[in-house]
């Protein structure tokens, strides 16, 4: 299944926005779902997820308290919902699903074999 991001934009700081992540032809069944970002110059970071095993969700220390993540009940989308966003959490942000194996590597992209397209995040002073 494809994903495909929507929802991204411009925000002022302290602001929110939500993104969405949908599956394509489909739904994301047992996969793991999972957000991650990168801005201009930076490596591609983890931000948050879901583990299909557990239905455990994972967040990144850098928006853990301000991002939350959210899959509706048919397993087709994974909502980020961005609060309280700050300068620093402008970048791409990407949807990516796959099967991890070992919870220690859900915040690898490694482990991820599908991605998105990207939607653009920025968030102005």
């Known amino acids: 299944v494809q994903p495909v991001e929507s929802g991204g934009g411009v925000v002022q700081a302290g602001g929110s926005l939500r993104l969405s992540c949908t599956a394509s032809g489909g739904t994301f069944g047992n996969d793991d779902v999972a957000w991650f970002r990168q801005a201009p110059g930076k490596v591609r970071e983890f931000v948050a997820g879901l583990r299909d095993f557990d239905g455990r969700t994972y967040t990144s220390d850098s928006v853990k308290g301000r991002f939350t993540v959210s899959r509706d009940t048919g397993k087709r989308t994974l909502d980020l919902q961005m609060n309280s966003l700050k300068l620093e959490d402008t970048a791409v942000y990407f949807c990516?699903?796959?099967?991890?194996?070992?919870?220690?590597?859900?915040?690898?992209?490694?482990?991820?074999?599908?991605w998105g397209q990207g939607t653009q995040v920025t968030v102005s002073s």
């Open positions: 990516a699903v796959g099967k991890v194996t070992q919870a220690a590597d859900f915040r690898s992209p490694a482990r991820y074999d599908t």
